[in-house]
């Protein structure tokens, strides 16, 4: 299965602190479905990720109509 993450916020206090840790585990514990990280411009890093979690940019500013 392939699951993508909204990982935008991760700098964020509160629900980046949520993202961190859900990605975290899901790289510790999951070694079959396949991990899209939806990043900004800017990514963010994380520790090492395995092969099955891949980082996708989305271009687009947080005022674009298609961020909603």
Request: positive net charge; glycine residues 8%.
């Amino acid at each position: 299965m392939k699951i993508a993450i909204d990982v935008r916020r991760v700098a964020d206090f509160g629900v980046g602190t949520y993202i961190r840790n859900l990605v975290r585990t899901l790289a510790r514990k999951d070694g079959t479905n396949e991990y899209l990280l939806v990043t900004g411009p800017e990514p963010r890093e994380f520790d090492p990720l395995p092969e099955n979690f891949e980082r996708v940019v989305f271009r687009l500013g947080d005022q674009s109509f298609r961020n909603h």
